[in-house]
DNA sequence: TTCACCTGAAAGAAATCTCTTACATGTGAA
DNA sequence: TTCACATGTAAGAGATTTCTTTCAGGTGAA
């Protein structure tokens, strides 16, 4: 349940942008699809998508594909219920899971 | 005591990255110093002041220029001790306190 | 003086992120 | 068929972030 280091940077990635909050934001007060977001928040729509698409590939919002009444896609999107503890410990926790820097190890440095 | 929204944004930005979370976490088991800490890391010392400085600008750290007692100049910095609860909700909250994009708002398209 | 340590900051390359415009798909209704 | 709605993706400009290299200052000790 508590993501690993790289899991996490992806989560504060996601979530360190003024929009994609708002996006979070408006999704917490219930699903809704992609244009009419768009519409209402003021953004293109193809901007709203690859917002989605970083907060999904984060996990704190997931995405379903549904057919409405009149037989259009519609694509709904909604909050998961995430939530991150952020702290100085909890960082050193996270950080002994994140993937090694190969650059930066101090390695042996015989033997290429 | 809770970061508004922009504040927030600043925060979140600050931890999304993998090296600035090393550096919290090797912070959080103790108050060292800027030359040292770039030794052992293994990163240039200027790469290192520059994420420091990142930090220190999110307030998730704080650094004190001392003198040694041999009179040279150390800069340490150490962890504050914040924490942050990041849900949907708490998101939610935080958004109301975000400075408003000029651009996107719905606003009356008369009278420029 | 020269060396080893400490500090700060500027310049530029490379990579990533943000955003717009444009194109292509599908549906039901007029 | 054409319109209004929905979906997705690709190409490119512009801004920001990340990192290296280079320069500048300071101290105490050999």
Redesign the pocket.
């Known amino acids: 349940m508590t993501p690993t280091g790289d899991e996490l940077v992806v989560m504060l990635?996601a979530l360190?942008?003024p929009?994609?909050l708002r996006i979070v934001a408006r999704l917490s007060g219930g699903r809704d699809?992609?244009?009419?977001m768009?519409?209402d928040i003021g953004?293109?729509?193809?901007?709203l998508?690859?917002?989605l698409?970083?907060l999904e590939a984060a996990g704190l919002i997931t995405?379903s594909?549904e057919l409405s009444e009149?037989?259009?896609?519609?694509?709904y999107y909604e909050v998961t219920d995430f939530h991150l503890q952020l702290t100085a410990s909890a960082v050193a926790e996270a950080v002994q899971t994140l993937t090694p820097d190969p650059?930066k190890s101090p390695a042996s440095k015989e033997q290429t």
Chains 1, 2 share one sequence.
């Not at 699809?33 to 009419?36: E, F, G, I, L």
């Not at 953004?43 to 901007?47: F, T």
């Not at 009149?70 to 694509?75: E, F, L, S, T, Y």
Request: net charge positive; proline share 3%.
């Open positions: 990635a360190a942008n929009l994609r699809y992609v244009s009419r768009a519409r953004i293109s729509r193809p901007l998508h690859m917002h698409q970083r995405g594909l009149d037989g259009k896609a519609m694509k650059d």
